[in-house]
């Protein structure tokens, strides 16, 4: 079934650009064409973007100006595979029967019901239609004025708008006839303005150089939304009604719009000075305005500054010719986060539903609270201090960086469990908590053969960091911990399907649950509990930190050769070592109870020899060792040269995503550590791709 629903994925890309000018200005236009086809079946995309850039200087060259337009068109063709539901592609695929046949004895596309949630996923994919219809418009007009020398004004105005069509039907065959048949159209249409206005004042005293910046920014963003839905009545009188009137008229329709908007405005000025080469000092600060957040907190104020020193250039380095660069750096500085949704601190209704009312029996919409009130909700805060430093050696043959860093988030923004009451509702947006980001970072540069005919570069880049809980509380809340990492599958119910925990003290990412103490005579898991026994009884069972989703490293090695100016070759090894994933995927399809209508892992065989006969549960017994191995790149290029009429042909090959060497036994083991939540290798991943390019280049 996976052979049914994979294929090999292909793209195709035309584009045409047309460039020209003088010594008062330049234009360039551009239009590109690209086709990709998904590596899974259903899945592709169609995308066409114009551009066009004009560049401008006048009155001598005091005034330059640049502005753009840009405009893209796409369609969009979707798949689901996001969970375990009657529609996602690629848990039917994994849990089908094998021995189920595609298509039946006329062609059709087969399917048989064997047990619940239990569909061909190929006649999904051919039933269902998901699709989207993009448009995204961009243009920016930008001028600078030099007023005198060394100081300047400067403009820039910016419009984006995005609109987005999307169309989902859902025939009431599918699914041998059990469906009820579903549609829904939508349409989303965002807009957002900038508006910015900068002072700058650059001059050079003897040995000392001053630069200062000053500006005023606004940005407002608004998005509007309508959708209409419904079941096979709707669907069947969709071209016959005026939209506003569906909800009264047509049964098992739902009708809905939104509208919204956000501003942030800032005030900045920033200052740059150096003293000789030597000394460089930057020092920055902002004023920001959010309207997402309370009246009582909606101006933020961070500052920054950094510090360099040059010290090769120093006069008590002149003798030491080996070392050909070296500088230290240091700074410090707050930023503000105000990325979450709008109206976050206001309490306001929204529609759940209807129902008659109790006096006329006419049906009636229900309202009920979105969320709490919160005039206190503020901006996150980020605050971070770096140290690094830069250095060379026997005239950069060898080079790098080195770079400790230190984050502290605080004020953490999130939805926070409330009791009901005196709260309307049991979830409030706060500012609770702090986090603690810190780690290392070393780069390394170096060109271990570096003659006529033969060069060879080679780095080495290493990072490790740790995020780690700090507090979850403040003066009006305060929790312990928080629940985080659930889960969901065939098997899984209640409220215990929870994997990890935030809580002061313990790294984010933390696994926090039952530990695996082997199986019952009767082939039941066991689990122990605080008391030092074992118990079957999940909900009797002490749950324990095992670990944490987080990379105790990650190290990439690249490597670049060149043969006699003609022939070069590269690639790019990267590790990932040291963290632990829950192999969801194991621990749904590892288990033998789906047998024999459902399709397993090799794994469950093996589990039903040694007696296994529980139902999926969670605990330690499902993590594994995450550390993996991949060769991310590898290419070859020739240089044809010396052609008459040409300067360079050039033809090239290149394959990425070649290669993982891993113990990890689930689908990926790379993860994307962010968040406060990950790791969970829950059976839906999209697959990564392995693509293989070969090109050619002409130079005239």
């Given amino acids: 079934w996976q052979d049914e629903i994979y294929r090999t ?44 850039n004009v560049d401008k200087k006048a009155f001598d060259d005091h005034l330059t100006i640049q502005s753009g337009l840009s405009g893209t068109f796409e369609h969009n063709e979707y798949i689901s595979y996001g969970g375990w539901g009657s529609n996602d592609i690629l848990f039917q695929a994994f849990q089908r029967n094998p021995t189920d046949p595609v298509r039946d004895s006329t062609g059709k596309l087969y399917d048989t019901q064997r047990g619940f949630n239990y569909w061909n996923p190929v006649k999904l994919v051919d039933d269902i239609q998901n699709e989207r219809d993009a448009k995204r418009f961009y243009g920016f007009f930008k001028a600078d004025l030099e007023i005198f020398k060394g100081f300047s004004a400067g403009i820039n105005i910016a419009y984006t708008r995005d609109d987005n069509e999307g169309f989902y039907f859902e025939p009431s065959t599918m699914r041998l006839g059990t469906a009820a048949g579903f549609g829904k159209r939508n349409y989303d249409n965002t807009e957002s303005k900038i508006f910015e206005t900068t002072l700058r004042y650059k001059n050079s005293f003897d040995v000392h150089n001053l630069e200062l910046v000053g500006g005023y920014s606004f940005q407002e963003d608004f998005s509007t939304g309508l959708f209409a839905q419904g079941s ?41 000075y150096n003293f000789n080469s030597k000394y460089y000092l930057t020092a920055t600060i902002r ?10 907190n909606e101006w933020g104020v961070f500052p920054s500054a950094s510090l360099m020193w040059n010290i090769k250039s120093e006069q008590f380095m002149e003798p030491v010719e080996i070392i050909s660069n070296l500088k230290l750096r240091l700074s410090y500085g707050m930023a503000g986060n105000q990325e979450i949704g709008r109206y976050l601190d206001e309490q306001y209704y ?31 805060e980020n605050t971070e201090i770096n140290i690094g430093a830069d250095f060379g050696i026997l005239d950069d043959k060898i080079s790098g960086s080195m770079e400790f860093f230190k984050k502290n988030i605080t004020d953490l923004l999130g939805a926070y469990s409330v009791p009901v009451p005196p709260n309307a509702v049991d979830r409030i947006y706060a500012n ?21 005919n033969f060069e060879w570069k080679t780095s080495m880049a290493y990072t490790s960091y740790s995020q780690e809980v700090v507090s979850l509380s403040n003066s009006k809340y305060e929790w312990s911990q928080l629940k985080e990492g659930y889960l969901s599958g065939p098997g899984l119910v209640g409220d215990l399907n929870w994997t990890q925990v935030l809580k002061p003290g313990y790294p984010v990412g933390t696994w926090y649950m039952p530990e695996y103490a082997g199986l019952s005579a009767d082939g039941q898991f066991l689990f122990y509990t605080d008391a030092g026994g074992v118990t079957r009884d999940i909900t009797l069972a002490e749950r324990r930190n095992m670990g944490d989703a987080q990379p105790d490293f990650e190290l990439g090695w690249s490597n670049y050769f060149t043969i006699y100016n003609n022939f070069d070759c590269s690639f790019n090894i990267r590790t990932v070592y040291g963290y632990k994933i829950y192999n969801t995927t194991n621990m749904i ?17 093996e589990e039903k020899d040694r007696g296994l006969k529980d139902n999926p549960t969670i605990s330690s017994y499902y993590l594994e060792d995450g550390s993996f191995v991949r060769l991310d790149n590898l290419s070859f ?23 993982t060497i891993t113990n990890y036994t689930g689908i990926d083991p790379e993860i994307s550590p962010e968040g406060i939540s990950f790791g969970l290798d829950q059976y839906n991943v999209y697959p990564k791709s392995r693509s293989f390019t070969f090109g050619i280049n002409v130079t005239l």
Wanted: hydrophobic share 35%.
């Fill in 637 to 659: 290029g020739y240089n044809f040269k010396n052609i008459p009429s040409v300067k360079n042909i050039r033809l090239y090959f290149t394959a990425n995503n070649l290669f």
């Fill in 232 to 272: 096979q009545p709707f669907l069947n009188n969709l071209g016959a009604y005026n939209i506003s009137l569906l909800q009264n008229v047509v049964p098992g329709t739902d009708i809905g719009s939104s509208k919204s908007s956000s501003r942030l405005i800032s005030f900045f000025g920033r200052g740059v």
């Fill in 350 to 380: 929204i529609s759940s539903g209807t129902a008659p009312n109790p006096e006329t029996g006419e049906q009636v919409t229900i309202f009920k609270f979105a969320h709490n009130a919160n005039p206190d909700l503020k901006w996150e």
């Fill in 589 to 605: 399809f590892g288990n033998a109870i789906w047998l024999p209508n459902g399709n397993v892992l090799q794994s469950a065989l």
């Fill in 9 to 52: 994925g292909s793209t195709r890309n035309v584009s045409v650009g047309f460039s020209g000018g003088d010594e008062n200005g330049s234009f360039r236009a551009s239009a590109s064409h690209n086709d990709y086809n998904g590596v899974v079946i259903g899945t592709s995309k169609t995308r066409t973007i114009g551009r066009i």
């Fill in 287 to 296: 004023r920001d305005g959010s309207s997402k957040f309370g009246k009582n």
């Fill in 432 to 452: 609770v908590g702090e986090v603690e980001i810190k780690g290392i970072e070393i780069f390394v540069q170096a060109y271990p053969v570096r003659i006529k």
